[in-house]
């Protein structure tokens, strides 16, 4: 969906979205041009058919979870889950390390990317260097990559 | 009033794009669903026909010829095959994925039995109330968790035991259209026979490849002499068999408790499953 400035014929850009815990949801949107700000407002049942497609207004900020609409939805049992221990989180990646990314063959560069970024959170490494990428070659046997 | 530019008018971006959302939704199903082969639905638009006994005895079976064989329990309401292949929770929760619950002969299963404490029915935790207008699309929004979001892995067939009504198909459709076959079972009897007629349509008019038709509770086994009596009347398992042109894939009698599992015929297995030739490497 989209919102529009009817005085200013302009796209409203979205600025936040709020679920204060009551079942409702609103989401707000202002105008570049002149400044005015609206919010959609929805009541718990229209929040609940949004949601229940599993989809964000506004689009989403965090990948989708396993399972994430059941486990939120279901009322079930609370020992239902058990949860592995977290990984790291993903590594970031320098610009130096992602130009020698870029020089890979496209046909491979998703795995060999993988690779790397497994690598270095199986050791809780925040960022992917040229050093690091040079250590897992020699780590892993990557001749080549 | 004054007439506004539409949505295809406006040329910027839309940050919710709903309907990318649910694309999304949907190719994460195909790509968790990539390494399955095979994915067979068993319908019977009723129910006490012993669809997930049929279910469950066609899993252990295929799973004896070392195959990889997954059971999804797409009856939510009234889920029973987790229980009948020994499957029990809690389910492991990994990065990206669930894992599905271990039953018997390492079939992999996942059903709402896991998540609901005994005796309650399938309810929601929402508060927004009018549930008849959502709940319809809450269950098509677990069954695609169920199919995108378990760690299914490499197997050769997943089994989806369905839910009573043909509705259910229709959802599946959408999201395994390419990989998806029905078999349908029956009891023999004529009232069976109206029920199923109608899944099978449903499945024929989806574009779902019917394999064939199990008639259930096709007799009596004595545990004692040894021989089969009658229990329902009809032969409602050749006629649909013969009205949708596919093959009669088994009569099962019904067993009383403690008289053993009747075996399935081959050429029920096979529809599922093909049976390794003699020269393929056998499968880690």
């Known amino acids: 969906m989209k919102f529009l400035c009817i005085d200013c014929d302009t796209q409203m850009t979205f600025e936040e979205r709020q679920q204060p815990g009551d079942g409702t949801f609103a989401a707000s949107f202002g105008c570049p041009r002149c400044g005015r700000r609206v919010a959609m407002l929805a009541n718990p049942m229209e929040t609940q058919l949004v949601s229940t497609l599993g989809v964000e207004i506004g689009g989403r900020t965090l990948d989708e979870q396993p399972l994430e609409f059941t486990r939120g939805a279901v009322a079930g049992r609370d020992d239902a889950f058990i949860e592995d221990a977290p990984r790291a989180p993903r590594p970031v990646w320098s610009s130096d390390a992602e130009e020698r990314l870029g020089r890979v063959p496209s046909f491979v560069r998703g795995m060999v990317k993988k690779i790397y970024s497994d690598y270095a959170r199986d050791r809780a490494i925040a960022e992917i260097t040229p050093a690091i990428m040079d250590r897992a070659r020699e780590e892993l046997g990557l001749e080549g990559m | ?284």
């Open chain 2, 1 to 284: 009033m004054a007439t506004h530019r539409t949505y295809f008018d406006v040329e910027g971006p839309d940050r919710s794009a709903l309907g990318a959302q649910v694309g999304r939704q949907r190719a994460r199903v195909i790509e968790r669903l990539r390494d399955v082969k095979r994915v067979v639905a068993i319908v019977s638009g009723k129910g006490g026909v012993g669809k997930s006994y049929v279910t469950a005895a066609l899993a252990r079976a295929v799973a004896q010829r070392a195959a990889a064989v997954g059971v999804l329990d797409a009856d939510l309401q009234s889920p029973t095959v987790a229980r009948l292949l020994g499957a029990t929770g809690p389910l492991r929760v990994a990065e990206d994925a669930v894992h599905p619950a271990l039953g018997t002969n390492d079939v992999r299963v996942v059903s709402t039995d896991l998540l609901l404490d005994d005796g309650r029915p399938l309810a929601w935790r929402s508060t927004a109330g009018e549930t008849h207008v959502w709940r319809g699309a809450a269950e098509a929004g677990v069954l695609r968790e169920f199919l995108g979001d378990i760690a299914w892995g490499a197997l050769d067939v997943l089994l989806i035991d369905m839910p009573p009504d043909a509705g259910r198909l229709a959802d599946l459709a959408t999201l395994v259209h390419n990989k998806l076959a029905a078999i349908a079972v029956t009891i023999p009897s004529d009232e069976s026979a109206r029920s199923v007629q109608r899944a099978l349509t449903a499945a024929r008019d989806g574009g779902v490849a019917i394999l064939g038709v199990v008639e259930n509770m096709s007799g009596y086994a004595c545990a004692t002499c040894d021989t089969i009596g009658p229990l329902f009347a009809g032969n409602a398992g050749a006629r649909l068999a013969a009205a949708f042109d596919v093959p009669l894939l088994a009569r099962i009698p019904f067993v009383p408790p403690g008289a053993g599992t009747p075996a399935l015929p081959h050429v029920l297995l096979d529809c599922v499953h093909a049976p390794r030739s003699a020269h393929e490497p056998p499968r880690e």
